[in-house]
């Protein structure tokens, strides 16, 4: 810590402004990225709702994205399956006529 914020420690030498304005600048860049809470629970919630949950990798990715991009793939609408158009309609056998109650 008193490597971050030299002037935290007593023990610590004086260093220059410009130092110590690197080191700041290093800190905040290793900081980062960091989506609210609701944001975090937003995303999850529709991944969890409207898919499977997230596949390895997309929860970070939506997160990076933020909440509308994650809302507008989520919710997609018209997404095609390509395999639907393989499958042909049932057809089920004529059975015959439908027997009344009173056969026992």
Do not use: K
């Amino acid at each position: 810590m008193s490597q971050l914020f030299p002037n935290s420690s007593t023990n610590c030498s004086q260093e220059p402004s410009s130092a110590v304005a690197r080191r700041m600048t290093l800190y905040i860049l290793m900081v980062g990225f960091s989506p609210s809470y609701e944001q975090r629970v937003a995303t999850a919630r529709l991944l969890h709702r409207f898919n499977f949950g997230p596949t390895p990798g997309q929860y970070s990715n939506l997160l990076a994205h933020g909440l509308a991009t994650t809302q507008s793939v989520v919710l997609e609408y018209g997404r095609t399956d390509p395999g639907i158009d393989s499958v042909t309609p049932l057809v089920l056998a004529d059975l015959g006529y439908f027997p009344s109650g009173n056969n026992v």
